[in-house]
């Protein structure tokens, strides 16, 4: 008895690859997505972890030295009859004020504050709630023991992961006796809220300059949004004040 062969037609061997090409596609989609929530939940503890860190762990203190030209119990520095005068509309609370003070802010002191042509002001702008506006507050109380540059450099080492809460007294109370200031006195002027008044007439100076957002850098009268480097500054400065230059 003869035995038949059974042969496979094209169209049942196109659909097996079709077949097959599917399941590749549908392993590879299962394998992205895998790869993506893994990396996702890496990301998320990461996160966890430094917020934790920031939270819970001792206050971190600068090591920047102040200023050259700082101006004695204030929050400038450079003369006041500088041909340049920056004011930063800062708050302490906020991301990009973090940013461009841990990554900018020592190249721009360290090329202009000696230079006897720049005048760099700081006015606290507490945009993000109760913690910024207190943080805000506490800039003049270390001012009065001079030891605002301390304080605001060592304000964003600490800052709170946002959307936490924002700065707590504790942690304000923790960078002013780490930069050395008497934590006695420091307690009393932040909780008085003898500040207050001064903090309003900076958000309402930076309302004036048309500020809604920090940081903004209002630079001989022109404002600049965002975070600047040292090479944008120069050109900022060679934009408002063609005439004067810099070694």
Known sequence: MAVQKRTVGPARGRKAKQQQHIWLILGGIA??????LGTVALLGRQSSEQAASRASGPVQI?????????EPNGLAWGPKN???TVIEYVDYECPSCRYFALNYEQAFVQAFANSGKVRFEIHPTPLHG?????????AYCAAEQNKFWPYHDSLFLNQPVHGSGGFSVATINAVATGVGMDGTAFAAC???????QRVQQDLNMATANGVTGTPTFVVNGKAYNGPQSLDQ???????????????
């Open 130 to 138: 109760q913690g910024a506006e207190l943080a805000a507050q506490g």
């Open 233 to 247: 500054f120069r050109q900022i400065f060679s934009e408002v004040a063609p005439n004067v230059t810099f070694e």
């Open 62 to 70: 600068t090591n920047h030295p102040v200023p050259a030209s700082a």
């Open 190 to 196: 932040l909780s008085s809220g003898k500040y207050e």
């Open 31 to 36: 394998l992205f997505v895998v790869v993506f």
């Open 82 to 84: 500088a041909p340049i």
